[in-house]
């Protein structure tokens, strides 16, 4: 069965405003996921390590004003993007760390676009 | 800092033929985790297979094994006897050997399986 989940699996919206996106470790204690972006035809872009209780760690160049991570349980981690733009639009996947596995899992991805 | 270089943007190979896919990487750790993932159109990542570096015996699962050259710092995916199913962006990745360490993906290959 599927280990992480995200919600929305897809979301437009009108540029302007802001979007979250939900990151959730089903029955497994994460203390750190990850949040990826994927453009089309490319690979994974790393944006940010979510830390349970502590501030994320931003990727160079990726803004963390615009982008606002909050992992607030070691269930849940969140990506809000904030005043959204159609170059905002794209495919956001994050991960979570189990070390009992010493392995990373994906979550299925969201599809946002900007109108 | 470490890179991984996929050179192959995208490879086709008959059905139930063998195909390889070449990856290279550099770093300066001697220990660390090298990985494959399957991105099929659902766009969800499934780890393919795992090689850590101190293992000198190359890893294998079911159809899928690899060609681990440290020395060379080469990690290529072989897939025998290809299916249908099969067709999808790989990744070659890696990680460091800190547990929570972030993944550095390759750009990727797309493979298409000819019927």
């Known amino acids: 069965g599927a280990v992480v989940s995200q919600h929305p699996s897809r979301v437009i919206c009108k540029s302007g405003t802001s979007v979250k996106i939900e990151c959730r470790s089903l029955d497994f204690q994460a203390t750190t996921m990850f949040w990826y972006r994927q453009f089309p035809k490319k690979s994974l872009m790393l944006m940010a390590t979510s830390n349970e209780g502590s501030k994320a760690t931003y990727e160079q160049g990726v803004e963390k004003d615009k982008f606002l991570i909050n992992h607030a349980s070691l269930t849940l981690s969140t990506l809000t993007v904030t005043s959204a733009h159609p170059e905002d639009s794209s495919f956001y996947i994050c991960?979570?760390?189990?070390?009992?596995?010493?392995?990373?899992?994906f979550g299925p991805g969201t599809r946002l676009t900007v109108l | 800092a470490q890179t991984v270089t996929q050179s192959q943007p995208e490879m086709s190979v008959q059905e139930a033929e063998t195909v390889t896919l070449s990856c290279t990487y550099d770093t300066s750790e001697s220990d660390y985790y090298l990985f494959w993932y399957k991105q099929p159109p659902s766009r969800q990542m499934i780890l393919v297979i795992r090689?850590?570096?101190?293992?000198?015996q190359n890893a294998t699962e079911n159809r899928f094994s690899v060609n681990f050259q440290k020395a060379a710092k080469s990690f290529s995916l072989k897939i025998s006897d290809s299916q249908l199913g099969d067709a999808a962006m790989y990744f070659c990745a890696y990680r460091s050997l800190n547990r929570d360490d972030k993944i550095i993906f390759g750009k990727g290959t797309r493979l298409h399986i000819l019927p």
């Open positions: 090689q850590e570096a101190y293992k000198q």
């Open positions: 991960s979570v760390f189990l070390a009992g596995y010493n392995e990373q899992f």
